[in-house]
């Protein structure tokens, strides 16, 4: 959201009491070709992705995932 300019009112939750599920929402997916793929695409950020793979990554290897 920040990254297109949109601001939003919200409150920012406590960390210790509201931990966010690891790699939640990172990712998009949508029928390859489609309007909605395009729009996919155009909000993807590569850093952002390396990073959810690697955190995909080892959440497998301890066993533990979504």
Do not use: C, H, W
């Not at 601001?7 to 489609?34: H, M, W």
């Amino acid at each position: 959201m920040q990254r297109m300019g949109i601001k939003l009112k919200y409150s920012v939750l406590d960390p210790e009491k509201f931990v966010p599920s690891a790699i939640r929402n990172n990712s998009g997916v949508a029928k390859k070709g489609t309007v909605a793929d395009k729009l996919v695409r155009s909000l993807d950020d590569m850093p952002t992705r390396a990073e959810t793979m690697i955190e995909r990554r080892i959440l497998e290897t301890v066993g533990a995932g979504a």
